[in-house]
């Protein structure tokens, strides 16, 4: 059984940094593409960045780019996402994903959530003012 499980989430203040991890259990880590998607309230959830299975790609939500760094650690089935000058529109739950369908991590297919097969419980993130 595949499991996500998120942390690192948190209140910051605007300006600041936090880094989310997702720990995946089972095998299926390295042949997957992840993803961290988040959702505000009343909002749409959103792909905020993917990563493909060799790091050979990457892919950024335009409004985080410059600020948000995703890696991944396929010896020890971790993911991260670095998170510097958090602004309040940040402010929402983070969740990971894992992707066994994903090939090439473009627009269009990396930020899709129905073609996400597992994903985690998620993680606060709140950015004060």
């Known amino acids: 059984q595949v499991q996500l499980v998120e942390s690192g989430g948190g209140l910051v203040q605007v300006g600041g940094s936090l880094r989310l991890a997702c720990a995946v259990s089972?095998?299926?880590?390295?042949?997957?593409?992840m993803g961290w998607f988040r959702q505000a309230p009343g909002k749409e959830r959103e792909c905020v960045a993917a990563?493909?299975?060799?790091?050979?790609?990457?892919y950024y939500i335009d409004s985080v780019k410059g600020r948000f760094t995703i890696s991944r650690d396929n010896a020890n089935n971790t993911m991260y996402l670095q998170m510097n000058s958090l602004k309040p529109d940040d402010t929402a739950v983070y969740y990971c994903?894992?992707?066994?369908?994903?090939?090439?991590?473009?627009?269009?297919?990396?930020?899709?959530?129905?073609?996400?097969?597992?994903w985690g419980q998620g993680t606060q993130v709140t950015v004060s003012s």
């Open positions: 089972g095998r299926t880590f390295s042949n997957s593409a």
């Open positions: 994903a894992a992707s066994k369908r994903i090939n090439y991590v473009v627009p269009g297919t990396a930020n899709s959530a129905r073609l996400y097969d597992y």
């Open positions: 990563i493909s299975r060799s790091v050979g790609s990457t």
